[in-house]
């Protein structure tokens, strides 16, 4: 049976999505339960979310799943009988917010910062901390990070889900199995082609794919993009959920045919739907970094209650990886053998082997993450998401 989320699908959500910066702490996120004192001190966990336009939608939903998860954690004792209190700082993405950001998790005493979304949000937090008169040297684990290769060792950045290469990777070596031997590539602007495009053509290379560039968006287009653009049956799209609905509708279409479109882990198809879906004449693919929101694995279903019991929130891909997330954070402090500092909680990471989340298994070897999750859904062209 297809998914079918709760929330609203006007634009309204959009609206209230895009608050000025002096409300981007008021964004409708409902507050974290405080941490009781019972047991000892708590231990402090930050979390800093980039809530500029191509995150809000990844932002607002792994932030609130990593709340339902250190909820659930406090409930059941907290972590070393210790409870954590989970200090989210919501951020515009502007170097100016980050520095507020970075300004305020070296006031906070955390031990660690858990669950950073944006990939531009997590180098700049590595550089702040190397740049730190006060020599802060802070973990930061489980970000929400696409473009894992360009955080070295040396950033403490402790990954556990897969970047753009390997659900690249998944994405396309599905379609060379089908016979598929040539597609389009589209992104949603300037600055993810700068990124993600090396990263693209080394993954179609390795699978015998050709690529086909379409126009991106405020840059001129070439006659073979164009081109592309009206002829490539299948198109991967790099960017985020608002970006993706726009491109659908602007994706020229022959008569009689059906175009799909693979999208990765950035985009939330419950969302797209929400924005109005595609047009019937095209299909969208999504790789996801977690289990499908039906799976019978134990995270599962403790996202599900733990989202039920404590937001009124529909479940959700990128929901379901803050609490996965945090989970993961909350293991690694309870696997501390001292007291939970920032130098102890970064040797430990240093030293990490595999862990099991509830039936979700990270595989690390210290600071190095060995595999990582990929499946997919599908928004087909009638509404249903299939997964």
Excluded at 85 to 114: F, K, N
Excluded at 307 to 331: H, I, T
Aim: glycine fraction near 10%; proline fraction near 6%.
């Amino acid at each position: 049976m297809p998914l079918v989320s709760r929330f609203s699908h006007s634009p309204a959500r959009r609206r209230w999505l895009q608050g000025s910066a002096a409300a981007l702490a008021a964004w409708g996120l409902p507050a974290a339960g405080q941490a009781r004192t019972e047991g000892g001190a708590p231990v402090t966990v930050a979390q800093v979310v980039d809530m500029s336009p191509g995150l809000q939608d990844v932002g607002r939903d792994f932030l609130v799943g990593a709340q339902a998860a250190w909820q659930s954690v406090n409930a059941q004792g907290g972590v070393q009988g210790r409870q954590v209190r989970h200090l989210p700082i919501v951020t515009d993405g502007s170097r100016q917010g980050l520095q507020g950001a970075w300004q305020r998790i070296e006031s906070s005493h955390c031990v660690m910062l858990s669950g950073c979304v944006g990939d531009a949000a997590t180098r700049a937090l590595s550089e702040l901390q190397a740049q730190s008169p006060a020599g802060t040297r802070l973990a930061q684990v489980a970000p929400w990070v696409q473009a894992e290769a360009a955080h070295a060792p040396g950033s403490h950045v402790f990954g556990i889900f897969p970047g753009y290469q390997e659900q690249m990777a998944h994405a396309l070596k599905t379609l060379a199995t089908v016979g598929v031997r040539d597609m389009g590539v589209a992104f949603a602007g300037a600055p993810q082609r700068a990124q993600a495009l090396e990263t693209v053509q080394r993954a179609a290379t390795a699978l015998g794919l050709q690529l086909h560039l379409l126009p991106t968006p405020g840059q001129a287009a070439s006659v073979a993009e164009r081109r592309a653009e009206q002829t490539q049956a299948i198109v991967l799209f790099i960017g985020g959920t608002p970006e993706l609905h726009a491109f659908a509708r602007r994706l020229p279409v022959q008569p009689g045919t059906h175009r799909y479109i693979v999208a990765l882990a950035d985009v939330n198809l419950q969302v797209l739907a929400q924005l109005g879906g595609t047009p019937r004449h095209s299909s969208v693919i999504a790789t996801q970094a977690v289990p499908l929101l039906t799976s019978t694995l134990g995270v599962v279903r403790a996202y599900r209650q733990a989202l039920a019991r404590y937001f009124d929130e529909p479940p959700s891909p990128q929901g379901l990886a803050g609490f996965v997330s945090a989970r993961y954070a909350a293991a690694v402090l309870s696997g501390l053998r001292a007291e939970p500092t920032r130098a102890n909680v970064l040797q430990a990471l240093r030293e990490r082997t595999d862990s099991d989340i509830d039936g979700f298994m990270v595989r690390c070897a210290g600071s190095e993450r060995r595999s990582g999750y990929v499946t997919q859904t599908m928004l087909a062209a009638d509404g249903r998401i299939i997964g």
